[in-house]
């Protein structure tokens, strides 16, 4: 049987397995029983059980789906704002440098 022994939130952390940071948010959320007592964060060790064991909606996991839609990731359907690869992206970016830069002169020194 769990005590209800007040824990701090890194050793909250410690037992959910994530940040402190998460654990601040979950108690300023309500999600996590707790409370802040001055500058630190207090919960006790039966709450954190009971976080694990409430149902919670599930998050998606790709910023590249939105309300169940997937979005096209084609060159030519991206939209702007959407998610694209970084190989993608960095060949964008290398296009736009180029177009950029082509006419101008570039100086530098040979050593």
Known sequence: MVSEKQITAQQAAEFLIVSPRTIYR???SGQLAGQKIGNKYRTTDAACIAYLHARRDPV???????KGEVLCQSPS???????I?????GKELDDLLVRGTKSKRRSCTIS
């Open 26 to 28: 979950l108690i300023d």
């Open 60 to 66: 998606a996991a790709s910023a590249g789906e939105h």
């Open 77 to 83: 359907g991206a939209a702007s704002g959407t998610v």
């Open 85 to 89: 690869s970084l190989r993608r992206q």
